[in-house]
């Protein structure tokens, strides 16, 4: 049984920087899609980022491009963001995805990006201030 566990929430001013991460049990994500999302208050959940970690082939909303990075551990099965230069539209609780359904090597960031998860964190609180 697969279960996600995010850690690295919290409050910071606008400008500053968080990062997430998210544990892993239960599968080994060596050569799968993980993502993260996210749901601000009064809005729908969208998608943040994704990674097929077999080649860490990597996918971003355009709100976050060039601000937050994807990446991953294998050796510990933990995935994580890098959130740099946060923005009060930031605020939201971000929820870690993975998929142990094996995908093909030739999977893109942008087919993970698009996948329809299977597996979900709990969520951490993300609070940006101005």
């Known amino acids: 049984q697969v279960q996600l566990v995010e850690s690295g929430g919290g409050s910071v001013q606008a400008g500053g920087s968080l990062r997430l991460s998210c544990r892993a049990s239960?599968?080994?994500?060596?050569?799968?899609?993980m993502g993260w999302f996210r749901q601000g208050p009064g809005k729908e959940r969208e998608a943040v980022a994704a990674i097929y970690t077999g080649a860490d082939r990597t996918y971003y909303a355009d709100s976050v491009l060039g601000r937050f990075t994807i990446s991953r551990d294998n050796t510990e099965n933990t995935l994580y963001l890098q959130m740099n230069n946060l923005e009060v539209d930031d605020t939201a609780v971000y929820y870690c995805a993975a998929d142990p359904r094996p995908v093909n090597s030739g999977t893109t960031g942008w087919l993970c990006f698009n996948l329809d998860f299977s597996d979900w964190g709990q969520g951490t609180q993300v609070t940006v201030s101005s």
């Open positions: 239960g599968h080994t994500f060596s050569s799968s899609c």
